[in-house]
Structures are given as structure tokens and as C-alpha cells.
């Protein structure tokens, strides 16, 4: 089965630090996302990658950064955590050119800004 | 983009009774439809996917039916137990690939009543 690991099952961070957030999966995944989840909301996708050193904006980049130097590891980053970004966030991965054989989550981490 | 509206919210059924959810989506290009399961304290877990070649796919108590035309696909779950309690969302996928990859409703949180 594939696996996508997210190191930290809940994190609580003060404003204005920075804050890392990673991921791993283990079956060569081209392709990796990371969503957050709100109540009322769904999962909003932040960003994405599809390939080593790629990263693309999703719809919700602001206030956020990502580093993919390894086919694995896709690490998503809080340049400055503030409160409103307070949320489940959810790492996923797939494979295939056109992401279309379904989504592997990871079991979330829940941060807290506080 | 995509946009995909899921209805309702929040769906409460009776043990063995059976449970629709409903989505539409605007992108008529799409062409790759999953649905996700969300349990508590988990990430969202596939359980059904339907491509836009076929109109119905069936695994046991759940099934998936989709109609082009109207951009409508639907999740069936048929004789629900309480395992069943959980937060489903759909999703779409354009057929260019999105390269930003699926688009998801907001979810809708079942639950089974003893």
C-alpha cells in the first residue's frame, strides 16, 4: 500500500515563527499537494508539484512557501505563521501525467497558531 | 476552473437505510470523478471513482453515477451502519490533466443513527 507520512500529527506554534511541515511518500510519486482543510470549506489547495525542484501555486499560496528537493520529501512552509492559518493541513500524492488514478492522503496535521 | 457544488452538508440516516450525496460540476471536460471518505482524525481515504466513459460503477454497498449531460455524478451507499458515519467529498478532474489537479466540493458529513 502506499504510504504518505506527515511528521507531526499536531503542532502549536507562536506568531511569526517560521514553521515547517513535511511530507513523504514511498511509491514514486510523480505528483504532491498540499491542501488545508476548513470547516465549511473542504480542502483548499495551496500548492502543488510535479516533479523535483517544481512547485506550482494553487488557489490559496498566500503566506505560504514550498521546497521539493527529493521525489519523496515535499516540505510546505510558514514564512511567518499568523492566527488565520490556524487548520488541518493535508499532504497528497498520486501518480500518473494527468493525476488521474485517485489521491493518497496523508492523516493530516493539525497546527495551531497561537 | 473547475467548480463543484456537493449538497447537502450534513445528511442524518437510519441504521440500514440508504444515503445519496449529490454533486455537480461546471468544467464539462472533466473526465475523472472520486470520491473520498474522511474519518475522524484521518485523511481522506478513495473509495469509488467513476471515469466519464462509463454511467455507473457499483463495489459492493456503495456505488457512483454520473451523468454527463447534466454534470451531475452521485454516491450511493445502500443498507448504511454506523461505520459509515463520516465526511465524503467529491471531486473532479478537467481532462487536460489540471495540472493542478482535482478540484473537491465541501463535503458532507453522514451519520448513521442507531
Known amino acids: 500500500d502506499v504510504k504518505v507520512t506527515q511528521s507531526s500529527r499536531y503542532l502549536v506554534k507562536r506568531t511569526g515563527e517560521k514553521v515547517f511541515l513535511e511530507c513523504v511518500q514511498d511509491?514514486?510519486?510523480?505528483?504532491m499537494f498540499w491542501y488545508r482543510q476548513d470547516p465549511g470549506l473542504g480542502l483548499r489547495l495551496i500548492y502543488f508539484?510535479?516533479?523535483?525542484?517544481?512547485?506550482e501555486k494553487g488557489d490559496i499560496p498566500e503566506g505560504y512557501s514550498v521546497s521539493r528537493e527529493k521525489k519523496e520529501r515535499f516540505s510546505l512552509i510558514l514564512e511567518s505563521a499568523s492566527t488565520n492559518q490556524t487548520s488541518m493541513y493535508l499532504c497528497?500524492?498520486?501518480?500518473?501525467?494527468?493525476?488521474?488514478?485517485?489521491?493518497?492522503f496523508g492523516s493530516g496535521t493539525r497546527l495551531t497558531v497561537v | 476552473g473547475e467548480n463543484v457544488e456537493q449538497h447537502p452538508s450534513t445528511l442524518s440516516v437510519q441504521e440500514g437505510d440508504s444515503a445519496v450525496i449529490k454533486c455537480t460540476y461546471s468544467?464539462?471536460?472533466?473526465?475523472?470523478f472520486p470520491w473520498y471518505k474522511q474519518e475522524l482524525g484521518k485523511g481522506p481515504q478513495l473509495i469509488i471513482d467513476?471515469?466519464?466513459?462509463?454511467g455507473e460503477k457499483k463495489d459492493q454497498r456503495i456505488a457512483v453515477t454520473l451523468n454527463k449531460t447534466a454534470k451531475h455524478f452521485s454516491l450511493h451507499i445502500t443498507e448504511t451502519q454506523p461505520e459509515d458515519s463520516a465526511v465524503y467529498f467529491c471531486?473532479?478532474?478537467?481532462?487536460?490533466?489540471?495540472?493542478?489537479?482535482?478540484?473537491f466540493g465541501k463535503g458532507t458529513h453522514l451519520i448513521i443513527q442507531p
Open positions: 468544467d464539462s471536460a472533466s473526465n475523472y
Open positions: 511509491m514514486d510519486h510523480e505528483n
Open positions: 467513476i471515469r466519464s466513459n462509463v
Open positions: 508539484s510535479y516533479d523535483v525542484k517544481m512547485k
Open positions: 471531486a473532479a478532474l478537467p481532462s487536460g490533466g489540471g495540472a493542478d489537479g482535482l478540484t
Open positions: 497528497a500524492s498520486t501518480t500518473g501525467a494527468q493525476a488521474n488514478y485517485g489521491y493518497t
